[in-house]
Nanobody, 125 residues
Framework: QVQLVESGGGLVQAGGSLRLSCVAS????????MGWFRQAPGKEREFVAR????????SYARSTKGRFTISRDNYKNTVSLQMNSLTPEDTAVYYC??????????????????WGQGTQVTVSS
């Protein structure tokens, strides 16, 4: 079973940047895809971005496209999320997730079978 550990969250002013990282351990086979989701207080967990592990193909939510960049390091089993031009609306707990096989569309939480514990991102105005 894979374990995911996120890091890099914190407090930043509007317009600033943060870089989140997620290290995967405990599995011997590569994931099918890795994703980032976020959950703000009182809201449902929502898709942020995902990357196909073998091809590197990426996809973003409409709200993050052009500002966020997802990338992976196959050798270090790490997926990162570079977040630029942050706004207070980006404030949330950010979760890393791994999908072990094809299934539901990758913007759905149900597509993923492993989750990290989350890291808080707070953007002040």
């Amino acid at each position: 079973q894979v374990q995911l550990v996120e890091s890099g969250g914190g407090l930043v002013q509007a317009g600033g940047s943060l870089r989140l990282s997620c290290v995967a351990s405990g599995r011997t086979d590569s994931p099918y895809a890795m994703g980032w989701f976020r959950q703000a207080p009182g809201k449902e967990r929502e898709f942020v971005a995902r990357i196909m592990w073998n091809t590197g193909t990426v996809s973003y939510a409409r709200s993050t496209k052009g500002r966020f960049t997802i990338s992976r390091d196959n050798y270090k089993n790490t997926v990162s999320l570079q977040m630029n031009s942050l706004t207070p609306e980006d404030t949330a707990v950010y979760y890393c997730a791994a999908a072990s096989r094809p299934g539901p569309a990758l913007h759905f939480t149900m597509a993923y079978d492993a989750w990290g514990q989350g890291t808080q991102v707070t953007v002040s105005s």
